[in-house]
C-alpha cells in the first residue's frame, strides 16, 4: 500500500512564475490536508479538502494561493506569482476513519530565486 | 485561537540518559500527536493520544495526555543515538471528533551525544 504521494520532490521557480504542487493520498483515504514548512519551524496549517470540496482554508493565504481536489487525480496546491517568501517546504496529509490519523508525504521543496 | 507550546526547542543529551519534552495547548482538544522528522525528511507518526490519561508506549520513547492540564509529555528512556531527530507535537483544535487541521508546536531538537 503505497504511501502518500508528492511531486515533485523539488521545485524551483522564478520570481513571478506559478508554482503546482501535487499530492496523492493513500489508497482509500478521501481527506487531504496542505502544510507549510518554513525553516526551523512547525508545520503550519493552510487547507483542508475532501473530494471536489474545501472544507476549511483558514491558513491559506488570501492571494496568490488556491487548492483543489478533484473526482479523478490527485490533489493541486497552486502558487501564482510566487515571491521568495513562498520558499518552504509544502507538506500533504492525508486520513481516513474515525480516528483521522494523519499520514503525510515527503514533501515538496519550494525554492523561489 | 489554538496556540501549541513545546519545551525545550532544543534539547541535547548524552546516551543511556532519560528527559522529558513537554507539550501545553491553550484550548481544550481531546486529540494529541506526536511526530517525528529526522532532517530533510518528512513526518513519521509516533502517538496518537485520545482521551484523557492516555498513554501509549514504543520502545524507549513514552507519551501522555492530560486533557486538564492540557499538557503531553513525551518520555525518553536510555536515550540513544538513533533517536536524534525534530519531534512535534501537534492538536487537532476541535473536540468531539472531525478530521481538521492540526496545530503543531514548533518542535524540539533532539541530539543524542555517545
Known amino acids: 500500500n503505497a504511501g502518500v504521494m508528492q511531486n515533485p520532490r523539488h521545485l524551483v521557480r522564478r520570481r513571478g512564475q506559478e508554482a503546482r504542487l501535487r499530492c496523492s493520498p493513500m489508497?482509500?483515504?478521501?481527506?487531504v490536508y496542505w502544510y507549510r514548512q518554513l525553516p526551523e519551524e512547525g508545520l503550519k496549517f493552510m487547507v483542508y479538502?475532501?473530494?471536489?470540496?474545501?472544507?476549511?482554508e483558514s491558513g491559506m493565504p488570501k492571494e496568490r494561493f488556491s487548492a483543489e481536489f478533484p473526482k479523478e487525480g490527485p490533489s493541486i496546491l497552486r502558487i501564482q506569482q510566487v515571491v521568495r517568501g513562498d520558499s518552504a517546504a509544502y507538506f500533504c496529509?492525508?486520513?481516513?476513519?474515525?480516528?483521522?490519523?494523519?499520514?503525510f508525504g515527503p514533501g515538496t521543496r519550494l525554492t523561489v530565486t | 485561537e489554538l496556540k501549541v507550546e513545546q519545551n525545550p526547542l532544543f534539547l541535547s543529551m548524552q546516551e543511556g540518559k532519560n528527559y522529558t519534552i513537554y507539550c501545553n495547548y491553550s484550548?481544550?482538544?481531546?486529540?494529541l500527536y506526536w511526530y517525528r522528522q529526522d532532517p530533510g525528511k518528512s513526518l513519521e507518526s509516533l502517538f496518537v493520544?485520545?482521551?484523557?490519561?492516555a498513554v501509549k508506549q514504543e520502545g524507549r520513547l513514552m507519551a501522555s495526555l492530560d486533557t486538564k492540564a492540557r499538557l503531553s509529555t513525551l518520555h525518553i528512556t536510555a536515550a540513544v543515538h538513533d533517536l536524534s531527530a525534530t519531534y512535534f507535537c501537534?492538536?487537532?483544535?476541535?473536540?468531539?471528533?472531525?478530521?481538521?487541521?492540526?496545530?503543531f508546536g514548533k518542535g524540539t531538537h533532539l541530539i543524542i551525544q555517545p
Open positions: 496529509a492525508s486520513s481516513y476513519g474515525q480516528v483521522r490519523e494523519q499520514y
Open positions: 489508497k482509500g483515504h478521501s481527506h
Open positions: 479538502l475532501q473530494k471536489e470540496n474545501i472544507i476549511d
Open positions: 484550548t481544550t482538544s481531546d486529540r
Open positions: 493520544l485520545l482521551s484523557n490519561g
Open positions: 501537534a492538536v487537532s483544535p476541535y473536540s468531539g471528533g472531525g478530521a481538521d487541521g492540526l496545530t
